[in-house]
């Protein structure tokens, strides 16, 4: 294999590629990006047996062939030559010699065939949809935090995402505290659901954020696929029952708040200060007197109390959140104002954002 190429198109595919290589011991090839030079374009190939990935970028080939190279090794050399345009691998007798106007290297290769393929969904036979990759992207990034990090129900390590009256929703929830994101998107075809590992989910966030085209997104029953132009990403499913997770989002309040999102966040911000071993953050609501306070409490560091401007409205209420669960949902909280909805002590608060319906976030309140 022979050939010369845009340094910084290589950079980023082996950047993308790399995160999705395996340090599995008893495959060592696992940790190797596969790399396929034909006609005019390379082929870039990684996988962990768990989810699978191939970019194509344009190359000028001289010779064909097919190299399997440390993933890290190749990414490390290839991101330093900042001020090299373009570069040129060849493979020969077990290695790949990277070589630039001022830089060259030669990497220890792998036996290319014993690379595993990557797995092809049937397009044929699977169900399709086409969608905007900023639309998938925004759908997964504002649950995938709110999954379960234990394995141990693989259907709450999930992002489930399934289509609803004109809308791909997508949901995710670890039993404390739970996202629900609605993408409209138009010709949905008809299936009950599909369970993304969280760790898959994050990383199509990773590849296909800042791809600005519309993609196609493949079901099958036990993977699916997301490709674009010169992407193909494939992953495993989980086979399980989501809960019905629209049974415990309260239907009635008692006290409602609308907030401005920075004060919330500077006031979190102080709050992890002082906050104790198990993330206490107390919600002090009193609409009478036009009160609403933030407190923490540390016994071997101190307490802190802050107030929030805000409009209020219902009962008073004093109630605990773990304040990371209050805290994560910041970023898909797009709006400048918040509301938040409580359903009374003891019970979940959800929090929305001002003039969005789309998304909801419910929180579990935590033992005093």
Known sequence: MKLETIRERLVEAIQKAEKVTSKNATLPVLKCVLLEAKDSSLLVRSTNLDIGLEIKIPVKVQEEGTVAIPGNILSSFVSQLSNEKSVILESKEGTLSVNSSKNSTVIKSFPSEDYPSIPKVDQDTSKSFKISSTSLVSGLKAVWYSSATSTIKPELSSVRMYPL????????????????????????????????????????????????????????????????????????????????????????????????????????????????????????VNPNDKIMQITTKNNEVGESSTNISAALSGQDIDINFNYRYINDAMVSLGSDSLNFSFSGSNKPLVVKPGGDSSFTYLVMPMNR
């Open 165 to 284: 009256d004109g809308n791909l929703v997508f949901v995710a929830t670890d039993g404390f505290r739970l996202a629900e994101k609605r993408i409209q998107a138009k010709n949905l075809p008809d299936f009950v659901h599909v369970l993304i590992p969280v760790r898959n989910a994050a990383e199509i966030i990773r590849i296909f954020e800042g791809v600005d085209e519309e993609i196609t997104v493949f079901i099958d029953d036990n993977q699916i696929a997301v490709v674009s132009e010169d992407i193909y990403l494939v992953s495993r499913t989980i086979e399980g029952n989501f809960p019905d997770y629209k049974a415990i989002i309260p239907k009635e309040f008692v006290t409602e708040a609308v907030v401005l999102k920075q004060d919330l966040s500077n006031a979190l911000k102080i709050s992890t200060i002082f906050s104790d071993s198990f993330f206490h953050v107390k919600f002090l």
